[in-house]
């Protein structure tokens, strides 16, 4: 069973149970992030002010939101994915594809966008993601994806927002 695998059985389980919610917390906060300092810094008040209450979730108490559910899968236009917390541009349009696996994928990230932290949650170590400039979560990165780089940035949909490109 691979990685991917794992989490979608969960995800399966937690959906056979009756979990009526659209987020399921895959982690608690990460040590290693609450160490980093952050441009944009606000209280929970504050980000709950601005945020829905599903990317504050995933944003800020690094939940994940339950696969198939955000529209930003099937965005294909070109433009700019942005992190929906401090609007800062993190994955351009011309690195998404279509992983299979319910999340927004991407094989690369727009330079100086990101920050990544060592999550040891769910009994393995993975990669998590965050906003470099806020520190909301946006996801993990795997070594599955396609080439050129191999890698596969599966983020939340409910942590971007999309801006497309002009003319």
Known sequence: MNRRDFLLSGVA????VGAAAT????GGPQVAQAAEKFEITKTDDEWK???SPAAFDVLRK???EYP???PLLNEHRKGIFACAGCDLPVYPSETKFDSGTGWPSFWQE???????TEDRSLGMTR???HCRRCGGHLGHVFDDGPAPTGLR??????ALSFKPATA
């Open 62 to 64: 690094e939940g994940t």
């Open 49 to 51: 002010a601005i945020l």
């Open 153 to 158: 940035h599966c983020i939340n949909g409910v």
């Open 110 to 116: 727009i330079a100086n966008g990101i920050g990544k």
């Open 13 to 16: 389980a937690v959906g056979a």
């Open 68 to 70: 198939g559910t955000s």
């Open 23 to 26: 987020l399921l917390r895959m």
């Open 127 to 129: 990669t998590e993601v």
